[in-house]
């Protein structure tokens, strides 16, 4: 995009320009006091005015080296994650929770820059800064991983899914509408994305005139936090409803314990991308397009620092510029690609030409002080032309990574991607400072960058073949499957199985357990009537009256007439409270059946839902 690097705050900048978002004296008046990041008011406070080393790590450090091993531990923690993440990522339905988590880290991260202001804790807001890096670029890069199954799920392309089972449309066309709603989904969500940072950078420079950023250090750093914890704010407000809508829809079969599955699907994609050639092929472009974009922006930025400096309102306004330059060139290249029904790999190759030229403009500057970014003006024109026609690659190089993914691998292969677009970043500006080091001249890296741009877009033009990606694809799954079935499964007992026996497991107990409240019923039904029964003689025996009877007839009669009617009321009332103990019983028993059959029917109707899911997983997966 074309706004500042996320995280950096008033601690850092890239190690190439650690003044980024200084406000500093300048010539022409913009400025009128230095508001110098943290680290430098730290250092200042300790060794003077001109001093630029700090204790960290257990030695004395320039504050370029601090920024450059802050940024080099965050790019290693970011590895690890996102190879163990990205292993595990694609299998089940835990995925979201994924990105839940890191939000919630990140937007701690966030508000907790309310409390880092003073350069006394500019060790505290490194740790902030390490931390706010690795969860931003793990949410990114999640969040993009997402866009792909967001597109096959639409109603649109579950149209064309079936009619592709049908008959009536062929393989080439559902891939081509494919294609074209992920660029869809992903140009729009770009497009909102920066409409939205126009009006946030708009209420930004309303808190920054409120707090009167200006007026000293001070009102300056608690001005970046006081924003830092805004933007934070509108993240997590815009993130809710989408957490609490999104589906949890399957991820693809892991084959084998998921633990032991994710290590092997890492090794596998690690040890096999060559069976993936254009993944591969787009891989090295993706690494060395990016490297040069990455390190042509850095170089713009010192030679811009060389020509004006300007303070956080400033380049707020400059932000502005950009970003609406950004929103108008993501719809102008979308609406192209629409209208022309254009390919995702020629929209690339068009954001491909606007860095090449990005990097001539540059280059031109070497040989020349007329024009070739040593004037005021085009820093604003460079904001423009990067907006209209280099941010559209942070979306279609994204949208290339699917085009060369395997359908039920995008969380790997993005966070791979991911890893590399990191590496990029710090490969370049470490060979154009060796080249301003050796030449004295800030604009002789772009002999540099403009060769690599164009041997990268070289490459990418004439290597990468997304339709033979596609087919190798296909093999790759294929193999994959037939692999997961030698390591661990029976070729009678697949997943798909597996699952369909637990369906049906489920649907017996469900029938085991009807029977049993069956039973039970009837058996509170019998014991009901007994109870009954039992009830009414007990009634008919207290209304009978034993009249009194001669001495001899009692006598010769005893049991009958004296003895006997006690006994069968004695005998009746037993008979009457076992009843009903006895009916108690079956009544809590047929509770409890009915319960065991209310758990049945929902695990049957649990594992039959899940087995139809799986089916449909694998008739997309067909596709």
Known sequence: MASADPGLAQIAAPAVD???GMVQDTKDGLVEEDHPNLLYQQAEAVGGTDNTILHFAGEDRTINSIVLLCNGISFAIQIVIFLILGSYADFGTF??????????????????WLGIHHESQWQTGLGLYIIGLIAYQLCLTYWTAAFPGLARNTRVMREKAQEFEEGTVTRDEYDHVDSMKRNELSNTAFYIQSLGEIVILAVIVGIMFALHVNASTANNNWGLSVLIAFASGVWLLLAIPWFVLEKRRPGQDPGMNIVIAGFWQLWRALTQIWQLKQSLFYLI???LLGDSLNTTVTVI???QNEIVAYNTLQLTYLLIVGIAAQALGIWAFWTIQKRWQLPTKTMFNAVAVGIIVLDGWGMIGIWTQRFGFHHSWEVWVYQAFYGLFVCPWYSYSQTMISEVTPRGKEFLFFSLFSIIGKTSSFIGPLVSSAIIDDTGNNSSPFYFLFALSLVSFLFLLFFVDVKKSRVEQQEYLEREKREKRGLGR??????GES??????????DLASASDAAEQARNTVRTLDTAVKQSAAAHRKLLQTEIKPQKADERHSDIHDAGVAPATKQLMVMAT??????????????MARANRAKLAACNEALRASEEYRMYVSSLRRSDR
Request: no cysteine.
């Open 18 to 20: 650690p003044n980024k």
């Open 95 to 112: 995925r979201p929770n994924i990105l839940i988590v890191l939000s919630l880290i990140a937007w701690g991260i966030g508000f907790g």
């Open 285 to 287: 472009g993706y690494f």
């Open 301 to 303: 930025g010192t030679l």
């Open 490 to 495: 029976d070729h009678e007992a697949t997943f």
């Open 499 to 508: 699952l369909w026996h637990t369906a049906e497991q489920a649907k017996f």
């Open 576 to 589: 009457f409270t076992r009843l009903r103990a006895a009916r108690k019983e079956a009544t809590l028993e």
